[in-house]
Structure formats: structure tokens, C-alpha cells
């Protein structure tokens, strides 16, 4: 069974910078897609950022593109979204998950971590 587990949320003042870890077991990935999402209250899980684990292959919302870069360790089964430039609006409860299939649906993704909230203040 797949088991992904976040870590390194927080609070921050605008412009700063986080690091968000995504712990990943039960299985290997190399057939796996890996994507961020961001959620707030009341609105549907919204798309940030993925890659493809075996090609490292990125994709990333036009909301994030240029401050925030996902990545991962294949050796440590991790993955990471480097958060900079940090805005108020990107305040949300971010979760990581795995998916088969390709995509920015959320609906795609079979398997899901707790999620972190990221807090940014100004």
C-alpha cells in the first residue's frame, strides 16, 4: 500500500521560502506520476506542480511557475517542492500524490499524503 507522508509547513512572511518534503513507501515509483496540490476552504484541490519519477520530467500551474521547483530523490523515495517568493495567496493546506496516469486532475491521483499547511502572512 502506497503511504506518502508531508512535512516542512509553516508559517512565513511574504517573499520567504519553504521547503515541503513528501515521504513515499509501499511501492516503487518508477511508473508513477507525482504531483503538489494546494487545498483552502471551500474550494476544490487545486494543482501546483508534478514530475514524472522515472524521466524527472515537470510540469507546474501558471500560478507557480518560476517560484516554486518540484523535485525528487530517487534513493530516498522524496519528494520536494521548493517554495520561494512566497504570497498570501499561496496560503493553503498542500498535499502530495501519486498517480499512473498522467494529469493535473486531481481525480487522477489514487493516493494521498495528510497534508501540510503553508501559511504566509504579510
Known amino acids: 500500500q502506497v503511504q506518502l507522508v508531508e512535512s516542512g509547513g509553516g508559517l512565513v512572511q511574504a517573499g520567504g521560502s519553504l521547503r515541503l518534503s513528501c515521504a513515499a513507501s509501499?511501492?516503487?515509483?518508477?511508473?508513477?506520476?507525482m504531483g503538489w496540490f494546494r487545498q483552502t476552504p471551500g474550494k476544490e484541490r487545486e494543482f501546483v506542480a508534478k514530475?514524472?519519477?522515472?524521466?524527472?520530467?515537470?510540469l507546474y500551474a501558471d500560478s507557480v511557475k518560476g517560484r516554486f521547483t518540484i523535485s525528487r530523490d530517487n534513493a530516498k523515495n522524496t519528494l520536494f517542492l521548493q517554495m520561494t517568493s512566497l504570497r498570501p495567496e499561496d496560503t493553503a493546506v498542500y498535499f502530495c500524490a501519486a498517480s499512473l496516469i498522467s494529469g493535473t486532475n486531481a481525480n487522477k491521483y489514487d493516493y494521498w499524503g495528510q497534508g501540510t499547511q503553508v501559511t504566509v502572512s504579510l
Open positions: 514530475v514524472w519519477w522515472s524521466s524527472g520530467n515537470t
Open positions: 509501499g511501492s516503487t515509483f518508477g511508473g508513477y506520476s
